[in-house]
């Protein structure tokens, strides 16, 4: 079955330390993303990709860093300049052209700095 | 400034009954609309997309006022696996990534 994978499912990270959330769909979708979700928040975009090997800032960048070297994955990597990096991170893929069937999400890694 | 509103609820409603609710948002220029729905510590899962005209899927309709600028979920005969977040998502005219905005989610607890 197709579908979008996020690992690990629970991560936790020391101060100062980088960490690299995984995911990878098989969808053959073109555009993927990252979202951020806090307690009783909205999804928060961190980065986008709409094509491999280029990728867009969201709102809340800061402290993020990706890649998309392949068609398939799009890690996040949260580094030691994100201030407040305890939440749950959510990947999504999507075709443009379908816009209409919105997005596909992973099931998510929750992050908890220890 | 774009902005999904939402009542964040929680709404306690008995089993069997039905129950809607509604979102607002501030972007004359958004186009299209979804309903996603969010269950505890998982990820949003697409519940349907909203049509100009206004959309069935058994038991949940969605309907759109775009004049007024919200649209809303009804749920009739809920079941107790009803219970969960339901999000609000609205996308811009043209938008990619950007251009996509989620509420923060209406609370919806169906009691035996």
């Known amino acids: 079955d197709g579908g979008i994978t996020q690992s690990p499912k629970y991560l936790f990270r020391k101060e100062g330390q980088n960490v690299t959330l995984s995911c990878e769909q098989n969808l053959n979708h073109d555009a993927m993303y990252w979202y951020r979700q806090d307690p009783g928040q909205g999804l928060r975009l961190i980065y986008y990709s709409q094509i491999v090997n280029d990728f867009q800032k969201g709102d809340i960048a800061e402290g993020y860093s990706v890649s998309r070297e392949k068609k398939e994955s799009f890690p996040l990597t949260v580094t030691s300049a994100q201030k407040n990096p305890t939440a749950f991170y959510l990947c999504?893929?999507?075709?443009?052209?379908?816009?209409?069937?919105?997005?596909?999400f992973g099931s998510g890694t929750r992050l908890t700095v220890v | 400034r774009k902005e999904v509103e939402q009542d964040p609820g929680p709404f306690n409603v008995p089993e069997g009954a039905t129950v809607a609710f509604n979102c607002t948002y501030s972007?004359?220029?958004?186009?299209?609309f979804f309903w996603y729905r969010q269950d505890c510590r998982k990820e949003p899962k697409l519940l349907m997309s909203v049509y100009s005209s206004g959309n069935e899927d058994g038991r949940f309709t969605a309907q759109l006022n775009r004049a007024s600028q919200y649209i809303s979920l009804l749920i009739r005969d809920s079941k107790l696996s009803d219970s969960a977040t339901y999000l609000c998502v609205v996308r811009l005219q043209g938008g990619g990534a950007d251009g996509l905005t989620f509420g923060k989610g209406t609370h919806l607890i169906i009691q035996p």
């Open positions: 972007n004359s220029a958004s186009q299209s």
């Open positions: 999504a893929s999507s075709n443009e052209g379908q816009a209409l069937y919105g997005y596909t």
